[in-house]
Nanobody, 111 residues
Framework: QVRLVESGGGLVQPGGSLRLSCVAS????????MAWFRQAPGKQRELVAT???????SYADSVKGRFTISRDNAKNTVYLQMNSLKPEDTAVYYC?????WGQGTQVTVSP
């Protein structure tokens, strides 16, 4: 049974930082490309960042230079370091791999 469990969301002021974590179970983690998506109220879910099995990252233009995706295969965990947060980053953030989704973690950026 595949499980993806996110954590690390919360309320932060503009310009602040948060680090999201996603712990995977039920898969051979090192074999899987991992991704973070987000969905803001009234909007479609969008891809934020991916990291390949060989640690190659890619980012949506809207987060380039501010967000960093990383992975720790020994801990079956993928991270999303989010810096210089903006109100438009407010969304539920989801961990994803090969048709499996986590439950999401809320990120709210507000004064």
């Amino acid at each position: 049974q595949v499980r993806l469990v996110e954590s690390g969301g919360g309320l932060v002021q503009p310009g602040g930082s948060l680090r999201l974590s996603c712990v995977a179970s039920g898969i051979t983690f090192s074999d899987y490309e991992m991704a973070w998506f987000r969905q803001a109220p009234g909007k479609q879910r969008e891809l934020v960042a991916t990291i390949s099995r060989v640690y190659t990252p890619s980012y949506a233009d809207s987060v380039k230079g501010r967000f960093t995706i990383s992975r720790d295969n020994a801990k079956n965990t993928v991270y999303l370091q989010m810096n210089s947060l903006k109100p438009e980053d407010t969304a539920v953030y989801y961990c994803y791999t090969r048709l499996f989704w986590g439950q999401g973690t809320q990120v709210t950026v507000s004064p």
